[in-house]
Structures are given as C-alpha cells and as structure tokens.
C-alpha cells in the first residue's frame, strides 16, 4: 500500500519561504520518480517540480525555476520542495506525486503518475 503524506504547507508574505515535505510509504522515493503538482482555484493542476534517481536528476517548471529546489532524503524516504522567494501566484494546494510511467518529458503530466498525496496548501499575501 503506497502512502504519500505531505506536510508544511502554510501562510507566509511574498518573499518568504516554506518547505514541504512528503513522506513515502510502501514506495522507494531514491529508485523512482517524484513529484510536487499544484492546483491553484479555478485552474488546472500544474507540475511544478520533479525528482528522480534519488534527487540527482531535477527537473522544474518556469516560473519556479531559481526559487524552488526539490531534494530526496533517501534515508527517510522524504522528497522536500523548498520554495524560496515566494509569490501570490504560488498560492495553491501542493501535492506530492509518486508512481511514474512514461518518457521523462512527460514529468509535469498528472495522468503519468500513480500515486498522490492528500495535498497540503500554501497561501502568499503580498
């Protein structure tokens, strides 16, 4: 049974910074593709950023590059997304993403993945 539960999220100004986490369960996060989507209302779900082989090959979306990171404590089997320099525009729920299949640059398409977590919102006041 795979589990991914997420955590962090919260309400910070723009400019600051949050980090979220996911925590995997029944899942090797360092021998498999990870992922943070967010949704904000109204709008489609969006990947923000990907990890694989146990965070040595990263991939982000445009408008995070340069502020958000993603890392894997494969230890823990934890993937992190730390998000500096935040925006309002970044306001929206983030979830974590497991379970790949396809060519790597499919990593931004929800259909691709499997399993997801329940989510964790991060709101941005300006």
């Known amino acids: 049974q795979v589990q991914l539960v997420e955590s962090g999220g919260g309400s910070v100004q723009a400019g600051g910074s949050l980090r979220l986490s996911c925590a995997a369960s029944?899942?090797?996060?360092?021998?498999?593709?990870m992922g943070w989507f967010r949704q904000a209302p109204g709008k489609e779900r969006e990947g923000v950023a990907a990890?694989?082989?146990?965070?040595?090959?990263?991939y982000y979306t445009d408008s995070v590059k340069g502020r958000f990171t993603i890392s894997q404590d494969n230890a823990k089997n934890t993937v992190y997304l730390q998000m500096n320099g935040l925006k309002p525009e970044d306001t929206a729920m983030y979830y974590c993403?497991?379970?790949?299949?396809?060519?790597?640059?499919?990593?931004?398409?929800?259909?691709?993945?499997?399993?997801w977590g329940q989510g964790t919102q991060v709101t941005v006041s300006s």
């Open positions: 993403a497991s379970g790949f299949s396809g060519s790597i640059g499919d990593w931004n398409e929800e259909s691709r993945y499997q399993y």
């Open positions: 990890s694989f082989r146990g965070g040595i090959i990263t």
């Open positions: 029944g899942y090797t996060a360092a021998r498999n593709f």
